[in-house]
């Protein structure tokens, strides 16, 4: 009998995604991937840690007060 191989992903949220995989990298960790969220302009990261289990690290988009729109009462 051949055991299938499964696929564990954790997805975790932070002030700062790039400094997570940064961080995982220098444990040990291999990096997949750090990119742009396209939907909500956020940062998202990946990483593979030793064990096989990748961890996905999104940090949310940087709110900025646009001060042209903004309505005078």
Sequence with gaps: MIAKVGMMLSVLETDDAEAAVAKAVAAGAGKVEVSE???????KGKVTDPFGFTWIFTSPA???ENVENKEVV
């Design 37 to 43: 969220a396209e939907a909500d302009g956020g940062v």
């Design 62 to 64: 940087k709110k900025t």
